[in-house]
């Protein structure tokens, strides 16, 4: 937003969406840990999470949409931002938006791995219908935004 330009100002715009649909299933997410197994600490729930692998699909799509992965609903507003800054020459931006984009990944990688890669070492129990209404929702809307960013991007365009 800072570096304002039309495009600029709307990759942020696009980015406080995505980012704000994805983070708050992850809350959701957290939540779900909290309520039906007690915890929200990272290392409790990658011994969890091959009893979740539902979930775990949904913290990936989160987390690699946060991240700017292609084809997810954060990439294109991620990408419009990194065009601009680079073409102004905010390097730094860039750097910033780069880095925040690995710590994310480096985040949400240990809970993928464990929920993927070991055998199940808790029992699986049941998601309650609301939480799961809930979640799903937020990954329906994450997938939308994927396919018709351009769209909203065509909407809020500003004729030069």
Do not use: Q, W
């Not at 957290?30 to 990658?46: H, K, L, M, Q, S």
């Not at 990688?109 to 937020?138: D, H, W, Y």
Request: net charge positive; proline share 4%.
């Amino acid at each position: 937003i800072l570096i304002a330009t039309p495009t600029s100002i709307l990759g942020a715009m696009l980015h406080i969406v995505t980012h704000s649909v994805a983070k708050i299933c992850l809350f959701f997410i957290a939540g779900f840990y909290n309520c039906i197994y007690g915890t929200t600490d990272v290392a409790e729930i990658r011994k969890i999470a091959p009893s979740t692998k539902l979930i775990v699909l949904a913290i990936g799509v989160c987390g690699m949409s946060i991240a700017g992965f292609p084809l997810l609903a954060g990439y294109l507003s991620k990408d419009l931002m990194l065009l601009e800054e680079l073409h102004s020459g905010n390097y730094a931006a860039v750097l910033f938006l780069i880095v925040g984009s690995i710590i994310n990944i480096f985040y949400i990688f240990p809970v993928l791995k464990a929920g993927f890669g070991r055998t199940r070492t808790v029992e699986s129990r049941p998601i309650p219908l609301s939480m799961a209404f809930a979640i799903v929702t937020c990954i329906i809307a994450l997938i939308s935004l994927s396919f018709y960013t351009y769209n909203i991007i065509r909407i809020f365009e500003v004729d030069s």
